[in-house]
């Protein structure tokens, strides 16, 4: 093609046909504006695709995230904060009613006890936004994503923390060694751990007890709102990304 060219330029001279030679030159010239534009399309096409893929990928995988992360959160409301706050309210209701059973009563001590961590999966999230969270070019689902991953996530880590801070724990810990005899038992999933066996006071209307008993279910109640307030954001988030890639999907 090049050689073709060149002839078409020599013979054009050789002949003195000047104004035919601008022509050719200004045409040729065009040529190649417009095979460089050709190019310069066929790569920002190419670029644009990589970059669809990669939101696309992403996405789905933040949707992932979403299920797994719920999956381990419906776990610790139904196995952690259920069952200190059940506990807790059957041993209320024991002194509220100043019916003791200390087998019953020594039974619940078991559950009051768990702790849970709260934690969720922002992999996926964090690697869309390294690479540029403008990749994701529905405004709407954009803003939602940096609104739930970079406010609604660490404002829930917060506000659990705050009522499991140091001093909390201090305060319990100190408290539930003072009140509980302790030992080392098998529990479920859990495996071996330390953990109330018997109340070892002889007034079971000690303030001590009391105190414990509302610490335990503030820190319940507090992470059981928490959770599923971030439960319910996060199924809400979960749906924009699925309706987003379904259409895509369809277009």
Not at 78 to 102: F, P, Y
Request: hydrophobic letters at 40%; proline letters at 1%.
């Amino acid at each position: 093609m090049i050689k073709f060219f060149r002839n078409i330029r020599q013979t054009l001279i050789k002949e003195n046909k000047t104004s035919n030679y601008f022509k050719y030159a200004i045409g040729e010239i065009a040529l190649v504006v417009i095979g460089i534009l050709i190019a310069l399309q066929i790569n920002n096409w190419n670029e644009q695709k990589k970059a669809d893929q990669f939101e696309l990928k992403m996405l789905a995988e933040i949707k992932k995230s979403i299920v797994k992360d719920n999956t381990y959160l419906q776990f610790i409301l139904e196995e952690r904060v259920k069952v200190i706050d059940s506990n807790c309210a059957v041993l209320k209701k024991m002194l509220k009613q100043n019916k003791i059973d200390s087998v019953e009563f020594n039974k619940n001590l078991l559950g009051i006890g768990f702790g849970f961590i709260f934690q969720y999966s922002d992999g996926a999230y964090e690697a869309l936004k390294a690479s540029g969270i403008d990749k994701v070019t529905n405004d709407s689902l954009r803003n939602e994503l940096i609104q739930f991953y970079d406010f609604v996530g660490p404002r829930t880590t917060q506000l659990i923390d705050f009522h499991s801070n140091e001093n909390y724990r201090q305060s319990e810990r100190e408290l539930s060694w003072e009140i509980f005899e302790y030992d080392v038992v098998s529990i479920g999933d859990i495996g071996l751990h330390i953990a109330p066996i018997r109340y070892k006071l002889d007034n079971y209307r000690d303030s001590r007890l009391l105190q414990y008993l509302q610490l335990r279910s503030t820190y319940a109640a507090n992470g059981g709102i928490r959770i599923r307030n971030y439960i319910r954001d996060s199924k809400e988030l979960h749906s924009l990304i699925d309706t987003e890639l379904n259409k895509r999907e369809n277009d």
